[in-house]
């Protein structure tokens, strides 16, 4: 079996493996050249691993294009496989998230705001009707980086229970497939609105979910951390033992509970890591305790940062953890965190990263 690292970053797509147990890893060169991907997926239900890249061509659209031989061959439908009905009165911006899910599902949240569906493995799409007719739509928010879905999270083991977030807006769910959606933002503070505790209009850059316990969650918000442990219904903050609570990227252990991984920044203001060092912040009892990683991080003043879904987890034992910078580094874990090698650097700006066993 070997390591599969899929690299998104404004530029192409790098695909690096690695064959010993994570200990190296062998980059080719980019897919999509001069294209950027905002998104991508190891999709392993099949009989072959499918990756599914979200393409944000200057040209020809945004698109999603599929791939069952490891990057050998991609393929795309004639027609654009993520498009709004024509009384939606709006057109896919681009891709920020693809996320599969039960009996061959496939979920993509895109720029605007709105989530789409595939029942083909990815292939074609069709758009989510309650999540984009909700009356809360028309006061949806942009952030700095758009307007659009970022996080996807169906439910492991009731394929009618998903998990959205956005910026700005908020979290939403839904327990009935996606007819109908609830925000679920109590407790989650939005310090730049005139009513800082709103229902929803809240800027969440992530949200991750418990690998152990499929009701608690964990965000990453436009200044302020937090874990819920009712599904949503509820939210508190975690963030007062690490050095920041601004972020972008929160992940979690796929078995483990409680165990979960941040890179804070000073601020809104001030985009950098804390103190200019390169360390990546754990916690293993769902954020009430946190401890920097740097064993093997660059020493020296660190100014670059790392974007909502360029930081991920595999599923090894021990886990792996990865995370990719805007000056173009990747860095990897295989000891959850402890120590880090470099995977790849002077690459183009990493915008999203996943692993997955091959």
């Known amino acids: 079996m070997s390591e599969l690292l899929a690299i998104g970053t404004k530029k192409g797509l790098f695909l690096a493996v690695s064959d010993d147990q994570r200990q190296s890893w062998k980059i080719g060169s980019a897919h999509f050249p001069g294209t950027a991907i905002y998104a991508v997926a190891i999709d392993n239900r099949g009989p072959a691993p499918r990756l599914l890249a979200g393409v944000d061509n200057s040209h020809f659209g945004p698109s999603v294009s599929v791939s069952d031989d490891l990057g050998a061959t ?3 439908p004639d027609v654009a496989p993520l498009a709004f009905p024509a009384d939606a009165g709006a057109a896919v911006e681009r891709v920020w ?15 605007p705001s709105a989530l789409f569906r595939s029942e083909d493995g990815g292939r074609t799409y069709e758009l989510v009707r309650g999540l984009w007719d909700h009356p809360h739509r028309p006061e949806w928010g942009a952030g700095f980086g758009g307007q659009a879905i970022h ?3 169906p439910h492991p083991d009731d394929p009618a229970r998903v998990l959205v977030a956005m910026s700005t807006g908020g979290v939403y769910r839904t327990t009935d497939g996606g007819a109908t959606w609830a925000p679920a933002n109590a407790g989650i503070k939005a310090y ?11 800027c969440v850059h992530k949200v991750a979910r418990d690998g152990a316990d499929p009701d608690s969650y964990y965000a990453q918000n436009h200044h302020g951390v937090y874990r819920t442990v009712d599904g949503g219904d509820s939210w508190q903050s975690i963030a007062d033992n690490l050095p920041a609570d601004f972020g972008f990227p929160i992940v979690a252990h796929p078995g483990r509970a409680g165990t979960i991984w941040t890179f804070p920044l000073v601020s809104d203001g001030q985009r950098e890591p804390v103190d200019q060092r390169c360390r990546v912040f754990r916690s293993t009892d769902a954020g009430e305790h946190w401890q920097p990683g740097q064993a093997g991080l660059p020493e020296e003043p660190f100014h670059s940062l790392v974007l909502r879904d360029a930081m991920c987890v ?3 034992e021990p886990a ?13 874990s295989r000891d959850e965190g402890e120590s880090w090698t470099t995977v790849a650097a002077h690459l183009p700006d990493v ?3 996943r692993a997955g066993t091959i």
């Not at 998230?97 to 720029?111: H, L, M, S, T, W």
């Open 74 to 76: 991609w393929q795309e």
């Open 97 to 111: 998230q693809i996320a599969p899910a039960a009996d061959g599902v496939v979920y993509a949240g895109v720029q």
């Open 151 to 153: 996080t996807v999270l």
């Open 192 to 202: 730049f609105l005139p009513n800082q505790w709103p229902e929803f209009g809240q």
């Open 314 to 316: 595999d599923d090894a």
């Open 320 to 332: 792996g953890v990865y995370f990719g910078t805007r000056s173009g580094e990747v860095f990897a």
């Open 351 to 353: 915008l999203c990263v």
